[in-house]
């Protein structure tokens, strides 16, 4: 079973570069992800879901929006680090939510980002703020 999972997982992740630790994350997230939908009735016991279909997208985007949540708090913390050392900056409040404001408006035209159908990319949009 591990063995097949693991080939079923690489052929969803591709080529997508991303760190051991990634990696293990969105390997635990997509088992949870596949128990729940069996609890729900949309997959049978032993039944995987199509690489390439619907379900899987849904938590490709699910993943792509923690991902962009995790690069926001990072930007984040790297501008308050620096505003400690620039003079013009110093004592201003925090700005977490300007910033996810500005990645998600990047993230619409910028570097806009790319799913089977445009529901996905609504959900991604409207599922929630970044941050």
Aim: hydrophobic fraction near 35%; avoid cysteine.
């Amino acid at each position: 079973m591990k063995k097949n999972f693991d080939k079923y997982f690489n052929e969803i992740i591709g080529t997508l570069q991303i760190t051991k630790v990634e990696r293990k994350r969105y390997e635990e997230s997509l088992k949870n992800t596949i128990t729940r939908w069996r609890i729900k009735g949309l997959l049978g016991e032993d039944e995987l879901p199509d690489t390439g279909g619907k379900l899987i997208w849904e938590w490709k985007m699910s993943q792509d929006k923690e991902m962009v949540i995790q690069m926001v708090n990072s930007v984040s913390k790297r501008i308050f680090n620096y505003r400690r050392k620039i003079f013009g900056l110093k004592d201003t409040g925090q700005n977490k939510s300007y910033i996810a404001h500005m990645v998600n408006e990047m993230m619409k035209e910028g570097m806009p980002i790319f799913y089977p159908t445009p529901e996905l990319i609504d959900r991604f949009f409207t599922g929630g703020e970044i941050e």
